[in-house]
């Protein structure tokens, strides 16, 4: 049983990470406190997947020492999975631009509201509701 | 030479436009609109083009980059996806020209090039979901049109950013989910090509990685997909957004969710699977049962029109559902069909709203008095509409529900069949509601009431670029009902998976 | 609403830093397809450089640096740069971005001109991203009211 948690202690962290967000998102009434949520949980998702790269046996990071000019194959089994870390290039991408946005709907928000409490957003929309 | 390259050019040509309109916007206004048609007219003749091709002969593999699937990118075309990218691009071109008088009534004059350069991109990446046979790429299409539908969604009116808001969070949580299911499926195989996948996972069904992908896959979509516990983004979202994006984001976003939900279940893991291994098709029928109910019911209780249609959204979205989980050859044909057919209704739905909202300026149900004087097109369009989504025979509701009834009566579950009847009687005293208000002068007793006036009202109808759409979405009804049995014959038939 | 901070040796320090960091940024971009890096941590970097000119001193001092013109024309040139490979990939016979078939222009063989087809879309991911991230600072600090901080 010991082992179980030792052995796999990277899913672990990123589980409880990926729980801080989530909660964070759900739990908090705060607008930007919501988005940071977000981010926590799409980062534990990008390192998530960054530490599913590596292998065993010591593989080391996916560079070439000293071979400028030199061209023979370089052996799979050394240097560690360069794939994942690819894609979670895209995925940070993806994730910034969701901030920025989000962050551009903020100021909108603050701007006709003047508060970023959720709770405080919808006393005014009850307040004001007309239908259209 | 160039019909091989279709799709290629169905994607990169909307998104090289969207760009030209970024720069060309920042000195002149009026060649944005121009520019946006142009290229949702290219997208449309290329998805016809890959259908033509799609049913001469077979499935297009087209391979980005001159790569070999599973080291590159592939483009997997087969008779689903043709089906779904002419739908995507025609209702895309449809709205975008319904959207040049609606739109300038809505947002500002100086948002004006941007929102084109928006919504090209929108349609560019929700064609790119459909065409593509890469886990990973999808994901990354899913987030494009995901920010696109936010940024668009937030140029509505009063209530929108805070909607767009929700949205933003809730449609971030679907789509990390899926990128975790996607990554669970690499670390459990080493490829992220969808056909590649369908091969190695057979051995793996009984590990405990491939379950929880599952899962996490499932969930993602769902979310995506406003399937009914995870639907409470949408009518926030759809209800304060400006009236063409409605029309197109309600008219496709689902359906291409729905599409994806299919490809998971059928594609990347053998039907064997999902419908023995993990009775999930269980779950989802009596889920989709709820989504219809929930649905009519609350749509019964809206006052805002738009809101109402929102409503009728998710209960369609549970018809599809109910489809693909009865999971027979009858079932799955009519939640294809489904997917066709509400994409022109509810798209037609939502721009009859806008076309009210633009010229009378509420959507309130109670203000609809002699609206089928002043705006008789309109409201015939809504009408013919509306019998479609109760489903009325010549249109082409009622096929999609006759074979969705059939695929129900065919697996021995009667409480789908039930549910479907309880719930088109349900849309029927929804639509009955709008089309009294617009139709039919109070009583006697009521208009002394009120005052006893008896005003005339005079035509005031939308203008033409507004009216030709709607009556085209009408038109298509109308021609999808009455060919309904060449379109299942030439095309759905094959989309089909075959162990059905 | 941007107040100018007028700390001398703040402002020294980015004056001497700035350059350096954008040649940093640059080798970052050329060496993507053989070291880390790439298009999207170089142009991070080079827009790094942008926002250090916002931060140490004022608005209207980056403005003069890259103007709002520019920085919109920018937005869209990297992506036609990206684009027009994948494009001329297509008009040469090949599936799109397909660099193998740039060996036909290029004077190189069909594996070195893979080799420049990658340099050159990361060249236009690099640019694309610097002039978004620098339009993102500026749109969020100003509240999207760019014309007015202008004045």
Request: glycine share 8%; with cysteine.
């Amino acid at each position: 049983m010991i082992e179980y948690i030792v052995a796999k202690y990277n899913y672990w962290i990123y589980i409880l990470l990926m729980m801080i967000g989530f909660y964070a998102m759900i739990g908090k009434t705060n607008l930007v406190k919501k988005l940071l949520g977000m981010n926590v949980f799409q980062w534990a998702i990008i390192l998530y997947y960054v530490s599913i790269a590596s292998k065993k046996g010591g593989a080391t990071i996916p560079i070439v020492m000293g071979a400028h000019g030199h061209y023979e194959p370089a052996q799979a089994a050394q240097y560690l999975n360069p794939l994942p870390h690819c894609l979670m290039l895209t995925a940070i991408v993806v994730g910034v631009s969701t901030t920025g946005v989000a962050l551009a709907l903020i100021i909108m928000i603050y701007r006709r509201y003047h508060t970023v409490e959720e709770d405080e957003i919808l006393q005014i929309q009850e307040t004001s509701i007309t239908i259209k | 030479m160039i019909a091989e390259q279709f799709p290629a050019l169905i994607i990169v040509f909307p998104l090289i436009i969207a760009f030209w309109i970024n720069i060309v916007g920042w000195r002149w206004t009026r060649p944005c609109f121009y520019m946006s048609m142009l290229a949702l007219s290219v997208s449309f003749i290329s998805a016809l083009g890959i259908l033509n091709t799609v049913i001469t002969t077979g499935t297009i593999h087209y391979r980005l980059g001159g790569w070999e699937p599973p080291w590159g990118i592939e483009y997997v075309v087969d008779h689903l996806n043709a089906l779904i990218l002419v739908i995507v691009s025609f209702v895309g071109l449809v709205v975008g020209v319904y959207s040049k008088r609606s739109i300038q009534k809505e947002i500002s004059e100086a948002k004006i090039p941007q929102f084109y350069a928006i919504y090209t991109l929108l349609v560019m990446a929700l064609l790119g979901m459909t065409v593509t046979g890469d886990a990973f790429n999808l994901y990354v299409l899913l987030e494009i049109a995901s920010l696109a539908a936010y940024a668009l969604i937030a140029l509505g009116e009063d209530g929108a950013p805070l909607a767009s808001f929700n949205y933003v969070i809730m449609g971030t949580i679907g789509a990390c989910f899926y990128l975790l299911g996607v990554g669970y499926l690499y670390i459990a195989t080493g490829s992220l090509n969808m056909a590649d996948l369908s091969q190695l996972l057979p051995n793996l069904y009984h590990s405990k990685a491939v379950l929880a992908a599952y899962a996490f896959l499932m969930i993602g979509i769902a979310i995506k997909m406003a399937f009914f516990p995870l639907h409470v983004w949408l009518p926030d979202a759809y209800t304060h957004a400006p009236s063409a994006v409605s029309a197109f984001v309600a008219g496709t976003m689902t359906k291409v969710g729905a599409y994806v939900l299919i490809r998971v279940m059928f594609t990347i893991f053998r039907p064997y699977f999902s419908i023995e291994l993990v009775p999930v098709t269980t779950v989802l029928g009596w889920t989709a049962i709820a989504a219809m109910i929930y649905g009519c019911v609350l749509a019964i209780a809206q006052r805002d029109l738009k809101r109402m249609l929102c409503y009728i959204l998710i209960a369609e979205v549970g018809y599809i559902v109910l489809g693909i989980s009865v999971a027979n050859r009858m079932g799955f044909t009519g939640a294809i069909l489904h997917i066709l057919n509400d994409a022109f209704m509810m798209a037609c739905l939502f721009l009859v709203t806008g076309a009210i909202m633009y010229k009378i300026g509420t959507r309130d149900i109670t203000n609809f008095r002699h609206l089928h004087k002043k705006m008789p097109f309109t409201m015939a369009a809504f009408t013919i509409t509306a019998l479609s989504v109760v489903g009325i025979p010549p249109t082409c509701g009622f096929f999609s529900k006759w074979y969705l009834i059939l695929g129900a009566i065919d697996a021995k579950q009667w409480a789908f069949a039930v549910a479907l009847v309880i719930s088109s009687l349900l849309s029927a005293i929804v639509f009955f509601k709008v089309i009294e208000k617009a139709y039919f002068k109070p009583t006697a007793s009521a208009q002394a009431h009120n005052g006893g006036t008896h005003e005339e009202v005079a035509m005031d109808e939308v203008p033409m670029s507004m009216l030709i759409p709607i009556y085209i979405m009408v038109a298509g009804i109308l021609t999808l009902g009455l060919f309904s049995g060449k379109i299942i014959s030439t095309v759905i038939q094959f989309a089909v998976p075959a162990s059905f | 609403m941007i107040l100018r901070l007028e700390d001398i040796i703040v402002q020294t320090l980015c004056r001497l830093l700035i350059p350096f960091i954008q040649l940093f940024g640059l080798y970052v971009i050329a060496h993507g397809h053989g070291s880390p890096g790439g298009g999207f941590q170089g142009g991070c970097i080079l827009a790094a450089a942008f926002i250090l000119i916002l931060v140490a001193f004022d608005l209207a001092e980056a403005k003069k640096r890259l103007s709002e013109k520019m920085n919109n024309f920018y937005n869209s040139f990297g992506v036609f740069i990206y684009a027009w490979t994948g494009w001329m990939c297509l008009l040469l016979g090949g599936n799109y971005l397909d660099y193998g078939k740039l060996s036909q222009i290029l004077p190189v063989d069909a594996v070195k001109a893979r080799y420049f087809g990658v340099f050159s879309i990361e060249v236009g991911v690099g640019i694309t991203v610097m002039a978004i991230m620098v339009s993102i600072f500026q749109d969020l600090i100003t509240g999207g009211k760019h014309e007015e901080e202008s004045e």
